[in-house]
């Protein structure tokens, strides 16, 4: 009986150090073992199954792949990109990392890991066109402003019954080209859909870039007359005024600053243009 009793420790002594074993320990187990708590949505024990496998083989793209999708299921995006580019780089035009990287990188707002990404996904099957609009738009975001003026003419050619494509494919081409093509895509949209209040103040706004200041602020005029309470009529007015080297305009827009003390943000730095105004026409 003794014997019995000692020999029955001894089994319970060998289970126990036998169940530890059951843990992964080779780079196929902890890959898989990673990928099935992945699955059940179980994203801390997966990325410490995926982590170890990293640690063994760090150039493994499974376990990389895998490991930044965790990260990215639990919205903690710096970490998912890590390892996405990491897996990016050691294995380059994956079609399936890089819609990851998109995604993750759009929802991040990282503008210079999206436009990579998408060109992966361009050059392994996609419609171009399917990504010109996040294109046009990444590329502001970057100040590549000739890509993004390539992207928005590309937008405008293909919907021009959009007013939108106007005023962004204008914008772009003031950025990239020259002024006076920005002047004849707003003129293209008025002509198209008439006097509409954003090509009257794009036009405007091109027309004081260009020092026609008298030009732009006829328009400006009309815009504040037609719509006294609009704010940022009236600063763009002021600022028109302001510029011209003329007393009595300066006087205009000092009135004009004054009268919007307190009620625009501090970037308009309406205090310092009141300074100005009232040094350059004798007023204390």
């Known amino acids: 009986m003794r014997l019995l009793v000692q020999t029955t420790a001894v089994a319970i002594v060998i289970l126990a150090v036998t169940g530890c074993d059951n843990e992964p320990k080779s780079l196929d187990d902890l890959r898989t073992a990673g990928k099935k708590a992945f699955v059940a949505q179980k994203y801390d ?30 919205s903690n995006y710096d970490s998912a990109l ?14 399936e990392t890089n819609l ?41 975001k970057r100040e590549k402003f000739f890509l ?26 003031a950025s990239a080209e020259s002024v006076s093509v920005a002047l004849e895509i707003i003129d293209s949209a008025l002509n198209r859909f008439g006097e509409q209040e954003e090509f009257l103040l794009n036009k405007a706004l091109f027309l004081v870039a260009e020092d026609r200041f008298t030009e732009g602020e006829i328009i400006l005029r009309r815009l504040v007359a037609a719509d006294t309470a609009n704010i940022g009529y009236r600063v763009n007015l002021a600022h028109t005024l302001g510029l011209q080297d003329d007393p009595r305009k300066r006087r205009e827009a000092l009135t004009l600053y004054e009268g919007l003390k307190g009620r625009v943000g501090d970037q308009f730095n309406i205090d310092s243009l009141i300074g100005v105004l009232r040094e350059q026409v004798g007023q204390p």
């Not at 792949?65 to 990215?72: A, E, I, K, V």
């Not at 890590?82 to 079609?95: F, V």
């Not at 436009?115 to 738009?137: C, F, Q, R």
């Not at 937008?155 to 494919?169: H, I, V």
């Open 45 to 74: 024990q997966a990325r410490d199954y995926l982590g170890q496998a990293v640690r063994i083989a760090p150039s493994d793209r499974e376990a990389l792949y895998f490991l930044g999708m965790t990260y990215s299921k639990d």
């Open 100 to 140: 990851e990287l998109y995604r993750v990188a759009m929802t991040a707002g990282e503008a210079d890991i999206a436009a990579d990404a998408i060109e992966v996904l361009i050059n392994t099957g996609d419609p171009a066109s399917k990504y010109w609009e996040e294109l046009a738009h990444l590329h502001v």
């Open 148 to 173: 993004a003026n390539r992207y928005f003419r590309l937008l405008l050619d293909a919907e021009p019954d959009k007013p939108q494509r106007y005023l962004d494919a204008s914008n772009a081409a």
């Open 82 to 95: 890590h390892y996405l580019k990491r897996t990016d780089i050691l294995y380059p035009d994956d079609r």
